[in-house]
């Protein structure tokens, strides 16, 4: 559509589907056409020459004019006085470079919130007075238990709350009861498995060197021995675990795959024979799922549990909850892989009731297994995000399942699936428009780190859940 738009005192033709400065009055453009068109010896209206726009009814309203808009206004300052023309162009002048000033604020304000938003800290898009993550101090000295499990729910808790915090919300340490207590209790745990499997590697040596028969579940303890020690080398641990790993050195020379190693930093070296030594304990803990590829994913974030320096004394903590995360996420490792599959069918459920269109879209190329998605169940999102990202979304999520078992928070789906739908969605377009075959859908995936602005995801996944809290209930209830 073409309308008129005032350019000083002309009027020229512009795309634009709105003309504010512009104004038709339909009665009077007929009662012109017909007063044209009945008039003695007038040419057919079709025929003759359109008049002007203002005598058909424009009304063209003329704009203020700043200096130096035309001659005219030249000739005027020219004609000033001095001291006026001077008034004048600095009047014109500051205005100018106000506007300029506003005009480069807000496009700076613009682009640096974007790229908060894309690469840096989230910014959380629910406004509250305690819009905050929650700080050790208050979780430590909060008085109800409900509100401050609320508050991690909704914005997650700083690094040091974690220590205190995650515990408490993996059910390791109950919050009626003496944390010390609990932790002890556990080192006990901890140390007897320790000497299993310690006890159980020398003997699959003694049996290997003698060529005698092995005991039942020395097969499967000595090929999750060999995977964990080729696995813990390979995972990645953050720059600031180096605090809490003790100052004595460690030789790494008498222990397979590890003695490779030996150039490492003290640190690091400290971390890796707790990650050993915790994933062996719970392979013996738990020898039918035993280990599989991506629990040292889970572990890496747990090392955190620790005081700092203690890292070697306070293993136990670190196992404590490791076997509590286990608990809702062991489906995830079983070897026929029936545990994946059940959560990937109701992720598929979601994006199919979420979006249809998307939902057709995957199914034509060939993904509606949303087999995708799969490391971000095993792993929870620890390939996906950065290890910050990656903490505040667990603290959200431990806490959404701590709300449900004290009978406040959302029931059926668990917000893990939503969190990937919700991924799901913030890269439609994408899907529908790049990829045209599962491989693609496999590169898009495997390709996120670093590109999913967190605070959009988890709003948008609560937003899922609440849409059709009903369906997901009734799914729940049929399970």
């Known amino acids: 559509f073409f309308f008129f738009r005032p350019v000083g005192k002309r009027v020229s033709w ?78 014109s002048a500051a205005a100018w470079a106000a506007f300029s000033a506003i005009a480069a604020a807000g496009a700076a304000a613009a682009y640096y919130a974007q790229k908060r938003r894309t690469h840096g800290e ?66 006990d745990v901890y140390r007897q498995l320790r000497e299993q499997a310690e006890t159980w590697t020398k003997d699959i040596q003694r049996a290997k060197e003698r060529g005698t028969g092995w005991e039942p579940g020395w097969q499967e303890f000595d090929e999750a021995r060999r995977v964990v020690r080729v696995d813990v080398v390979r995972t990645e641990l953050p720059e600031r675990f180096r605090r809490l790993a003790p100052d004595e050195p460690v ?32 392979a013996v803990a738990d020898p039918t799922t035993s280990y599989a590829q991506g629990m040292s994913d889970l572990l890496v974030p747990l090392l955190a549990m620790v005081a700092p320096g203690k890292l070697r004394e306070e293993a136990h903590v670190v196992f404590a909850c490791f076997s509590a995360l286990m ?3 062991r489906h995830h490792f079983l070897a026929d ?3 994946i599959r059940k959560e990937l069918n109701k992720l598929a459920l979601v994006l199919k009731t979420s979006d249809k269109a998307l939902w057709q879209r995957l199914n034509a190329i060939g993904s509606g297994s949303c087999m995708f998605a799969y490391r971000m169940y095993v792993v929870m999102f620890r390939r996906e995000l950065s290890y910050d990202d ?19 928070g959302n029931t059926g789906i668990d917000l893990r699936t939503f969190v990937v739908a919700s991924i ?6 994408k899907i529908l428009f790049s990829c045209t075959k599962s491989d693609d859908m496999y590169e898009l995936f495997f390709g996120l780190k670093g590109r999913i602005p967190l605070a959009k995801v988890i709003h948008r996944a609560k937003a899922l859940r609440a849409k059709h809290a009903d369906v997901w209930e009734k799914i729940a209830l049929d399970e």
């Open 337 to 339: 892989e029936s545990g």
């Open 424 to 429: 799901v969605l913030e890269n439609k377009w």
């Open 122 to 187: 989230p910014e959380w898009p629910w406004p509250h007075v305690h819009a905050r993550p929650v700080t050790a101090e208050e979780w430590v000295l909060h008085r109800d238990e409900r509100d401050v499990v609320e508050r991690t729910s909704q914005w997650g808790l700083e690094e040091d709350a974690r220590r205190h915090a995650w515990p408490a919300l993996l059910g390791v340490v109950p919050h009626d009861a003496d944390a010390d207590a609990a932790k002890c209790a556990w080192k």
């Open 251 to 282: 030789d790494l020379s008498n222990i397979p795959v590890l003695q490779d190693h030996q150039h490492w930093d003290e640190w690091k070296k400290h971390a890796v024979l707790v990650m050993r030594d915790v994933l062996e304990a719970y």
């Open 327 to 329: 608990n809702f996420t």
């Open 390 to 408: 990656a903490g505040k979304l667990w603290d959200i999520i431990l806490a959404d399942r701590m709300l449900h078992q004290l009978g406040t």
């Open 14 to 91: 512009t795309s634009r589907r709105i003309a504010p400065t512009l104004r038709l009055d339909a009665r009077f453009f007929f009662r012109r056409t017909r007063a044209c068109s009945s008039s003695p010896g007038s040419a057919p209206w079709h025929s003759t020459t359109l008049p002007a726009p203002s005598s058909l009814g424009f009304q063209v309203r003329q704009t203020p004019r700043p200096p130096y808009a035309s001659f005219s206004h030249r000739n005027k300052i020219r004609d000033m006085s001095p001291v006026d023309a001077e008034g004048s162009q600095a009047a």
